[in-house]
């Protein structure tokens, strides 16, 4: 079985501070990461996914996310960020060869002016 | 249009009345899926089509019923519902199921039951 635990429920930041929101997961087989954005009444969109290679990914808005194998985690930083980012984010794992998701409880990002 | 449409966006409904929610992909996706959003809990993953064929029912309740009639359209049959069903109804579609496709969501449904 696979679990994702991100830590932080919230996070307030000021503006152009940077941000690293936690993931850890815990899984017994291969999985592909994602981080994806929720921005008020709207439904989930893709910031970016690791599925093999550079363990360094960049997504868009700028985010990005390191992946690391021997502490599973899968922790998404922006060097600045601006109000506009400021929605609820979720890390999410997908067992190699599956159509299972299985995503964390969501961290809400509040930028402040 | 936009990739994943789900209407309507808000429902509220007794707990005797039957509703359907719909949800309509423009992505040429094989597989759509069906998410509960509660607060404060991860997403739940509901229902899985892949190619018109249900592969995945994830212990829900009968109170549930999905329908895909083909593989752009997915309902979601809602009957006797009960308080603790209220939540975020999301839909979602990916080109395949075998792992590391992006999903695409839907804006959700809002269902309150009464």
């Known amino acids: 079985a696979q679990s994702v635990t991100q830590l932080d429920s919230q996070v307030p930041v000021f503006e152009e501070a940077p941000v690293e929101l936690r993931c850890n997961y815990s899984s017994s087989v291969s999985v592909y990461l994602f981080w994806y954005v929720q921005y008020p009444n709207q439904g989930l969109q893709l910031l970016l996914k690791y599925l093999s290679g550079s363990t360094l990914v960049k997504g868009i808005n700028g985010f990005e996310a390191e992946f690391n194998k021997s502490q599973t985690s899968f922790h998404l930083r922006k060097p600045s960020v601006h109000i506009s980012d400021t929605a609820e984010y979720f890390c999410?794992?997908?067992?190699?060869?599956?159509?299972?998701?299985?995503f964390g409880t969501g961290t809400r990002l509040k930028v402040l002016a | 249009e936009t990739g994943v449409t789900q209407t309507p966006r808000h429902l509220v409904m007794g707990m005797t009345n039957k509703k359907s929610l719909k949800c309509e992909q423009h992505?040429?996706?094989?597989?759509m899926y069906w998410y509960k959003q509660s607060a404060k809990k991860p997403l739940e993953l509901m229902f899985v089509y892949s190619l018109e064929e249900r592969v995945e029912n994830n212990s829900v309740p009968s109170r549930f019923s999905p329908e895909c009639p083909n593989s752009s359209h997915l309902f979601l049959h809602l009957h006797t519902l009960q308080p603790e069903d209220s939540a975020l109804y999301l839909c979602?579609?990916?080109?395949?199921?075998?792992?590391?496709?992006?999903?695409?969501f839907g804006p959700g449904t809002r269902l309150t039951v009464l």
């Open positions: 999410a794992v997908s067992p190699w060869g599956t159509y299972k998701y299985i």
């Open positions: 979602a579609s990916s080109q395949g199921t075998s792992g590391g496709d992006t999903q695409y």
């Open positions: 992505l040429g996706h094989n597989a």
